[in-house]
Structures are given as C-alpha cells and as structure tokens.
C-alpha cells in the first residue's frame, strides 16, 4: 500500500483540542498542510454530549485554582488564551456564547452540535482534511519528522500534535491509546482516574426514593481520617446513588485515595454554609416555639419534602436518636419506631438526642461503594505529566517536533466548562507553535 502524500503537521484526535490546533495551526500558515486523524467513525462524540447536549464551552472565571495540575504551568498556559479569547474565537466562527448565572457559557442555540458544526466548518475552509475511522497505532521519529502508521496505511509528518484524549467516554472514541504511543517514545503516563463521575451508595441506603431529586449540599472527602476536599453545590439523587455537579467534583478525591490504598470516606451536610452547632441552635429554637411541630414538618422547612420524608423513615437515624433518647423509647413508641420519626414531636427530644440529630443532618456518612466508571466518567485525572511538555509551545520536553494537548495531559478542572478551556487553550498554543517552528526550520533549511 502505497503511503499518502506527505503532510507538514498531523493531528492525532479530532475532538475538541485536537479540532482546535488543526484550526489555529492552519489559521497561523496557511501556507502548511495540516491533517486531522482520528478513530472514530463520526467526529466530534464527546462535544455533542457535553453539557447535557448543549456544550459548556468555558466558563466565566477561569484560574488556575480551578484545575488539579501544577499552579503555574496552568497560569502560563492560560495567559496565551484565556475564556475571553474563547469567546471572541466562537463569535468569530458565528456562534455567540451567553453566560449563565453559575458561570457557565453556552451557545445561544443551546445546542452543542452549533459548536460542533463551526469548528468543522471552520476545517473545510482551511482545507483541512478530517480522516475519520483513522486510529493511529504507532509514531516513529524520523530525520525529517514522523512516520505515522494508522490502521490500514501510513503517512510522513515534519510535525505531529496528539490530542487523543483520556478514557473518559470510552464509547466517543477516547480509549486511552495514545499514552501508550507516547509511552513508547519517552513519555511516562501517571495513573489515571475516572473524573466527574457520579458515585455509587449501599443498596440499604435511602436513595431509592430520592431519584430525580436535588438539593443544596456541602459534600466533605475524608482520606486517611483527614480533609481532602470540601465544597458546597447541588446534589442529585439518583436510583444508584448520587451525582450533581458537587459530587462530580468531589467524585476525583474518593476515586484517586482509593486507588492508592487509601482509606476514603465522603459526609453530606444539608444545610450548606452551616455548621452543627448553628442546626443545633436552630432545632432548639423551634422546638421552643413551634409547640409540637414535628420532626419531618420542622425538615421540610430547609430540604426538599421528599428528602425530610425519607430522612425521617431511615431506620439507622432513627435507631441513633432512640439509643440516647430514653423519652422515644420502649413499646409505647412502636408506632414511631415502625413509622420513623416523622411525626415525633420536636419538642420531645432531649438535648442529647437533638445534637445527636444535628451531628447527623451536618455530617451524615454517605456508604460510597464504588464509582459509575469510564462510561460515565465526563473526564480523566492523570495523564502525561505537565512538566514533560513546555507549557509556552505545548511542545513535547522528550522528542522534537511533538507536541501534546488537551485530556492526554494530566491536568483536569472542575465542572463548569473549565476542560473544555483547557482544550481550547493547550490546542491554540500548539497549533500556533508547530506551526511557527515548522515554518522557521523549513526556512533555515531553504537559506543554507
């Protein structure tokens, strides 16, 4: 078979960073060949289901406190192409972001295939070839650039920009194959995680009847007895456990612990911002002035009906209160015991058995027994080390002319669309980069 002609740079991924240095790359010189490669059989999966299908392109504030990776390699990367260039680079491909009151930007179309469509159109009139069903198997250096083989052919590169992604959303195509290319030229690969990936509960647990319902929560991650990460936001609760942008966050903490042989453990406090003495204080005042309003009806007043409801009915909580509270049992309380304590009077809990329910609405265990896995992972912690690649040109520290982007590097952010700017940002850097420092050589070349 004979191999295509040769191309000036080859990008290795079509997904949003990939998609993003064959644009700035082609943009920087079009006077340069730029081909795009990629696996799949239809480009641009993970974008279309970003979002919930409307693609959260960026985010408002973007720092780099916002990212798990090296403080000041973000901060470089970010200070070539922050959001406002994203902004201004959709609005020049015809798509106008609006801005939510988290935050998080939007096309106006509230349709992530909008943002797909433009950056496709945006290679067809660059001339960009986009081979599609191309998976890339192997890099080998040459004199000259990089001989690439791909199922079913080969081509010669002078320059070759991977953005094959992580193992986040396997099905879209990212299997997490390009680290083993680049592993094979230097690179080393720290172990990676499933990122933003809602969490799993005991069966036992209350959150059956809880599916489809969300509250306010702060969600505290324990490792090794100690605080690694506590954050407040909105909690799902789903038929298998819980999800949410607050639980997609903390999911990162919980997941890498465990992979290192740690113990791990996540508490939900309700009443986010608050702390157990100010429940405490707040539960004593309205059993003083509430007559005998009840438990559940006292609940109802901060969560959800249905949550109270079923925080009432729970069995454990309910035995926790009854083993400090002598008032609430032995047999004349068997209705309540079969009932839980929903319509136990509040006025009726001693102090010790009302700051033993105050301990538990601020810090309840959550029994986290696993994850939803890479399926549903919506991004990947670990990767390619940011120190082997030179955060000013995206360019590879182990082997010149490579260059190496987006979820392939061990840098992941919050949700909100702050992946998505990384993307974007390691993609316009390395396009713009490789395509500079083809040109440059190509001439020094030419004037000896």
Same mark, same amino acid.
């Given at each position: 078979?004979?191999?295509?002609?040769?191309?000036?740079?080859?990008?290795?991924?079509?997904?949003?960073?990939?998609?993003?240095?064959?644009?700035?790359?082609?943009?920087?010189?079009?006077?340069?060949?730029?081909?795009?490669?990629?696996?799949?059989?239809?480009?641009?999966?993970?974008?279309?289901?970003?979002?919930?299908?409307?693609?959260?392109?960026?985010?408002?504030?973007?720092?780099?406190?916002?990212?798990?990776?090296?403080?000041?390699?973000?901060?470089?990367?970010?200070?070539?192409?922050?959001?406002?260039?994203?902004?201004?680079?959709?609005?020049?491909?015809?798509?106008?972001?609006?801005?939510?009151?988290?935050?998080?930007?939007?096309?106006?179309?509230?349709?992530?295939?909008?943002?797909?469509?433009?950056?496709?159109?945006?290679?067809?009139?660059?001339?960009?070839?986009?081979?599609?069903?191309?998976?890339?198997?192997?890099?080998?250096?040459?004199?000259?650039?990089?001989?690439?083989?791909?199922?079913?052919?080969?081509?010669?590169?002078?320059?070759?920009?991977?953005?094959?992604? /992580?193992? %986040?959303? =396997?099905?879209?195509?990212?299997?997490?194959?390009? @680290?083993?290319?680049? $592993?094979? #030229? !230097?690179? *080393?690969?720290?172990?990676?995680?499933?990122?933003?990936?809602?969490?799993?509960?005991?069966?036992?647990?209350?959150?059956?009847?809880?599916?489809?319902?969300?509250?306010?929560?702060?969600?505290?991650?324990?490792?090794?007895?100690?605080?690694?990460?506590?954050?407040?936001?909105?909690?799902?609760?789903?038929?298998? /456990?819980? %999800?949410? =942008?607050?639980?997609?966050?903390?999911?990162?903490? @919980?997941?890498?612990? $465990?992979? #290192? !042989?740690? *113990?791990?453990?996540?508490?939900?406090?309700?009443?986010?911002?608050?702390?157990?003495?100010?429940?405490?204080?707040?539960?004593?005042?309205?059993?003083?002035?509430?007559?005998?309003?009840?438990?559940?009806?006292?609940?109802?007043?901060?969560?959800?009906?249905?949550?109270?409801?079923?925080?009432?009915?729970?069995?454990?909580?309910?035995?926790?209160?009854?083993?400090?509270?002598?008032?609430?049992?032995?047999?004349?309380?068997?209705?309540?015991?079969?009932?839980?304590?929903?319509?136990?009077?509040?006025?009726?809990?001693?102090?010790?058995?009302?700051?033993?329910?105050?301990?538990?609405?601020?810090?309840?265990?959550?029994?986290?027994?696993?994850?939803?896995?890479?399926?549903?992972?919506?991004?990947?912690?670990?990767?390619?080390?940011?120190?082997?690649?030179?955060?000013?040109?995206?360019?590879?520290?182990?082997?010149?002319?490579?260059?190496?982007?987006?979820?392939?590097?061990?840098?992941?952010?919050?949700?909100?669309?702050?992946?998505?700017?990384?993307?974007?940002?390691?993609?316009?850097?390395?396009?713009?980069?490789?395509?500079?420092?083809?040109?440059?050589?190509?001439?020094?070349?030419?004037?000896?």
């Amino acid at each position: 078979m004979n191999p295509q002609p040769n191309v000036d740079i080859a990008v290795v991924g079509a997904g949003a960073a990939g998609l993003a240095a064959a644009i700035f790359a082609a943009e920087t010189r079009p006077d340069r060949t730029v081909l795009l490669l990629d696996g799949a059989r239809k480009i641009g999966a993970k974008i279309l289901v970003s979002g919930g299908g409307r693609c959260n392109v960026t985010h408002a504030q973007v720092t780099p406190s916002d990212f798990h990776a090296p403080r000041k390699i973000v901060e470089r990367v970010f200070k070539r192409f922050d959001a406002q260039d994203t902004i201004h680079w959709f609005e020049s491909m015809d798509v106008p972001l609006k801005q939510e009151p988290t935050g998080k930007l939007f096309p106006v179309s509230n349709k992530a295939r909008t943002v797909l469509h433009a950056l496709l159109h945006r290679c067809t009139t660059l001339g960009i070839p986009i081979k599609s069903q191309h998976r890339v198997q192997e890099l080998i250096p040459t004199d000259t650039g990089f001989l690439i083989f791909y199922e079913n052919g080969q081509l010669t590169a002078h320059r070759v920009i991977m953005a094959t992604g /992580g193992r %986040s959303l =396997p099905k879209t195509g990212s299997n997490g194959q390009g @680290w083993s290319i680049v $592993r094979q #030229l !230097g690179h *080393t690969v720290d172990t990676a995680y499933p990122a933003l990936v809602p969490l799993m509960l005991e069966e036992t647990f209350f959150h059956h009847g809880l599916s489809g319902i969300s509250h306010e929560a702060t969600v505290t991650t324990w490792v090794d007895g100690k605080i690694a990460d506590r954050r407040s936001g909105s909690l799902l609760w789903t038929h298998f /456990g819980v %999800s949410g =942008p607050v639980i997609l966050d903390a999911s990162r903490f @919980w997941i890498r612990a $465990r992979g #290192l !042989g740690q *113990t791990a453990a996540i508490t939900l406090n309700f009443f986010p911002g608050q702390s157990f003495e100010a429940i405490d204080r707040w539960l004593s005042h309205t059993a003083r002035s509430a007559g005998r309003k009840t438990l559940a009806s006292a609940l109802a007043q901060q969560l959800p009906h249905r949550v109270a409801k079923a925080l009432c009915a729970n069995k454990d909580l309910w035995g926790q209160i009854a083993t400090t509270d002598k008032s609430v049992q032995g047999s004349t309380n068997e209705g309540l015991i079969e009932g839980g304590m929903g319509s136990l009077p509040l006025c009726r809990l001693s102090r010790v058995a009302r700051r033993a329910l105050a301990q538990t609405m601020t810090e309840l265990p959550l029994p986290v027994i696993g994850h939803r896995g890479w399926n549903h992972a919506e991004v990947t912690a670990g990767g390619i080390p940011l120190h082997e690649v030179n955060p000013s040109t995206m360019a590879s520290r182990k082997v010149p002319g490579l260059y190496l982007v987006g979820e392939m590097l061990d840098c992941d952010g919050r949700i909100g669309g702050f992946n998505f700017q990384w993307a974007w940002a390691t993609g316009h850097i390395a396009g713009c980069s490789a395509a500079h420092d083809l040109s440059n050589e190509l001439s020094k070349r030419w004037s000896r």
